[in-house]
């Protein structure tokens, strides 16, 4: 029964084409690229909407941080359950339309209560795009092929980065933070439509030769299991520590070169677009090169090269805020951006 419904699944593929493959993985590349941007474009606006709305930094922190954060993870889990009981392209399209028009929506707030709501609508939709497409990618690809689909689909975090820097802060200068909202939101939505008329949904399993019988463990032994693994729960709180660290820092440089060294956004949103988006992309290139190489001798590299990297980051991180030149300032950022 098993092997009649997989031959049966095969002949069905919609992906028995490489082309259509590579094409539906550019797509939800180019999704997961606008959930950076849209994520990013508040840090460099940040400066302009204080001054028109008139917010302390307990505002604009709670803005770009926690009230994103809290939803992005709360609603992430149950988004991430039901794509795996239902149609994971749907989810991507309507999540993408969520996050898009809410940014979109951002560019009308009057008040900080409007601007909050927007950013929690931002948070929830993004939430729900990258477990669905990291599935979709899953079974789009056979397994020694998939680690380079996801490495290609990770391009799109240093190309959110690049894009959210560079056009927010020129489209600032010119037009306001408002036009800017606009001007990222838009195109999402019509992406979304894109999206969804022309990415077919992947056959569940079909790239391991087994067939999915549409079952799926529940969020409960899901935890169990993990929570079970000492090694998990380091790595987890690692990695939640860097991202406190890492995440506090980017969302207030552009601030902090504003208000320090008067930088204009423009010029400032070009420096931060080269030095993060370009350098943190050549940096997960790298490290996953280094890794790979030493974790032929010792699998414990693989977390060790994460641990040289945080720990050489600091002293320049740090140094970045205490020199009084922002071109020296900006310089002394490239050694954290890459690592």
């Not at 894109?194 to 999915?212: D, H, K, M, Q, W």
């Not at 370009?278 to 590299?301: P, T």
């Amino acid at each position: 029964m098993t092997d009649s419904r997989s031959a049966v699944d095969a002949a069905n593929n919609p992906y028995a084409s490489t082309r259509t493959g590579y094409y539906a993985l550019c797509i939800l590349t180019l999704v997961y690229s606008i959930n950076f941007i849209d994520r990013q474009l508040l840090s460099i606006l940040q400066e302009s909407i204080k001054a028109d709305l008139l917010l302390s930094d307990a505002q604009l922190g709670l803005l770009t941080g926690f009230a994103f954060a809290l939803f992005y993870t709360f609603a992430g889990l149950p988004i991430a359950s039901l794509a795996d009981r239902s149609n994971r392209r749907n989810i991507v399209a309507l999540s993408l339309t969520v996050w898009s028009g809410m940014t979109a929506v951002s560019g009308l707030a009057l008040n900080y209560g409007q601007l909050l709501a927007a950013r929690v609508g931002v948070g929830i939709g993004e939430a729900g795009g990258s477990p669905p497409s990291h599935s979709m990618i899953s079974d789009i690809f056979p397994p020694e092929k998939r680690a380079s689909a996801i490495g290609f689909y990770s391009t799109g975090i240093s190309i959110g980065i690049l894009f959210g820097f560079l056009f927010g802060g020129w489209l600032n200068e010119f037009f306001g933070w408002r036009v800017a909202f606009f001007v990222v939101g838009v195109p999402g939505v019509l992406l979304a439509a894109v999206l969804y008329f022309t990415v077919p949904e992947p056959i569940r399993g079909l790239t391991e030769n087994r067939a999915s019988t549409g079952d799926s463990p529940s969020m409960l032994s899901v935890f169990k299991l993990l929570l079970s693994r000492p090694s998990f729960i380091l790595m987890a709180l690692g990695a939640a520590m860097n991202a406190f660290a890492g995440y506090s820092s980017s969302n207030w440089i552009a601030s902090f070169m504003i208000r320090t060294h008067e930088m204009p956004t423009g010029e400032l949103g070009s420096w931060l677009a080269l030095i993060i988006g370009v350098g943190g992309a050549i940096g997960v290139f790298s490290s996953g090169v280094v890794a790979d190489k030493l974790g032929k001798r010792d699998k414990r590299w693989y977390m060790w090269v994460a641990v040289c990297a945080c720990a050489i980051s600091v002293p320049f991180q740090i140094s970045m805020f205490l020199v009084d030149d922002a071109y020296l300032a900006l310089i002394l950022l490239i050694i954290p951006a890459v690592l």
